[in-house]
């Protein structure tokens, strides 16, 4: 993977964790997801 590519993950991997970590514990909820998943959700995300 070269460096670009290696960099447009990483972002999305951010932009996938800081998007999913504004919403409140009761929208995580309705979604099934527990604060401490979005890392791996976001990993998932991006693959």
């Known amino acids: 993977m070269n460096l670009s590519r290696s960099f447009q993950t990483w972002r999305q991997y951010r932009a ?3 998007e999913l970590n504004s919403l409140n514990q009761r929208e995580l909820a309705d979604l099934g997801i527990c604060r401490s998943d ?9 693959r």
Do not use: D, G, L, Q
Not at 38 to 46: K, L, M, N, S, Y
């Open 38 to 46: 979005i890392p791996t959700i976001a990993r998932r995300a991006v």
């Open 16 to 18: 996938t964790v800081n």
